[in-house]
C-alpha cells in the first residue's frame, strides 16, 4: 500500500493493544498499562504495603562498662617484665625530667592497651580562668590542681576497670601532703605504683630551656623544684636518674624498675 507524500503514517501494530489503529479498550486517548517487572529469581515481591528494608544501622555505646573502683594491688605476672599485667602506674618527676615523654613512649610500647594520662594536660582543659600556678600559688590554683587530680584518679580506674592499664604523671612534691602521694593513692588505689624520675639539675635546665608557653619555667624554680625533689631519696620509692638516658632507655629502665615493683610492692 502506499502513502502520499507528507502523509501521516498509520501506527504500528502492536500484539494484544487491538488492531492497527484502532483504539484501546480503555477508551480514546488511554496509554496502554505497564505491566509490573517479574521479581528478581530467590527473591520475593513486596507487597504494596511492604516498603524496602532500610540498610542496617551501626550503633556503638550500648554496652555497659565496668564501674571504676579503687585500684587494688597487681597481681605478680607469669613472664618476666610487666607483661600483660594492668597496671596503674604513676611517674614523679621535676619539670623537665622528661616524664611525659618517657611515659608516652613505655605506653606506646606496650604489648597491651595502655593509656597516659598527664596531670598539666589534664589541669590546662580549663581555659578561662586557668589559675597558673607560675603567676602565685593560690586557693584558686590549688582548687584546680585537686580537681585534675581528682579527673586523672577517675580516669586511670576507669581504664584498669576495663583492662586498660594506665601511666600518669605529675611532679609530686615528698614534703608537700597537700597534694602529695597520698592523695593519688586515695583517688587511685592501692595498686597504685609510684616511680620517681630525677635526673641532674643541669640536664632539668637543659630541657626547660627548650620548653615554651606556660611550661618553661624559671631557672630559678626549676632549681627550687629539683632541690624539693631530692627529698624522695630515702623514701623507699624507687628512682631512676635518666640523666645519661636517652628516652627509649629510660622506658626500658622504667619497666624493669616497674617488674620489681610488681614482684615486690613497695611501701609507701
Not at 616524664?99 to 596531670?119: E, I, M, N
Not at 586523672?152 to 597537700?178: E, K, M, T
Not at 624507687?238 to 629502665?253: F, K, L, M, Q
Request: proline share 14%; charged share 20%.
Amino acid at each position: 500500500m502506499q502513502h502520499a507524500v507528507g502523509a501521516p503514517l498509520p501506527p504500528p501494530h502492536r500484539p494484544g493493544h487491538g488492531p492497527v489503529g484502532g483504539p484501546h479498550p480503555g477508551g480514546p486517548g488511554t496509554p496502554p498499562p505497564i505491566p509490573p517487572a517479574p521479581p528478581a529469581q530467590g527473591w520475593a515481591a513486596p507487597g504494596p504495603d511492604q516498603q524496602p528494608a532500610s540498610p542496617a544501622r551501626e550503633v556503638t555505646g550500648h554496652f555497659r562498662l565496668p564501674p571504676g573502683g579503687l585500684v587494688p594491688l597487681p597481681a605478680q605476672p607469669l613472664e618476666p617484665g610487666t607483661g600483660a599485667a594492668t597496671l596503674a602506674v604513676l611517674l614523679i618527676g621535676p619539670a623537665g625530667a622528661g616524664k611525659t615523654t618517657v611515659a608516652k613512649l613505655w605506653a606506646a610500647r606496650r604489648r597491651v592497651p595502655t593509656a597516659h594520662v598527664s596531670l598539666d594536660d589534664v589541669r590546662e582543659w580549663v581555659r578561662s580562668g586557668f589559675a597558673d600556678p607560675q603567676a602565685g600559688w593560690n586557693d584558686q590554683s590549688e582548687a584546680q590542681y585537686r580537681l585534675a587530680r581528682r579527673t586523672c584518679g577517675f580516669a586511670a580506674r576507669n581504664f584498669l576497670a576495663n583492662g586498660i592499664s594506665c601511666i600518669l604523671d605529675d611532679a609530686v612534691f615528698p614534703d608537700r601532703p597537700v597534694i602529695g602521694l597520698g592523695g593519688w593513692k586515695r583517688h587511685v588505689g592501692p595498686g597504685l605504683l609510684p616511680v620517681v624520675l630525677l635526673p641532674g639539675l643541669e640536664v632539668v635546665l637543659e630541657r626547660n630551656a627548650a620548653r615554651s608557653g606556660n611550661r618553661r619555667l624559671s631557672d630559678e624554680e626549676v632549681a627550687r623544684i629539683h632541690g624539693r625533689m631530692a627529698g624522695w631519696y630515702g623514701s623507699g620509692l624507687p628512682i631512676i636518674d635518666n640523666s645519661t638516658y636517652d628516652v627509649e632507655t629510660t622506658a626500658r629502665v622504667l619497666d624493669d624498675v616497674l617488674a620489681r615493683a610488681l614482684a615486690s610492692p613497695p611501701a609507701w
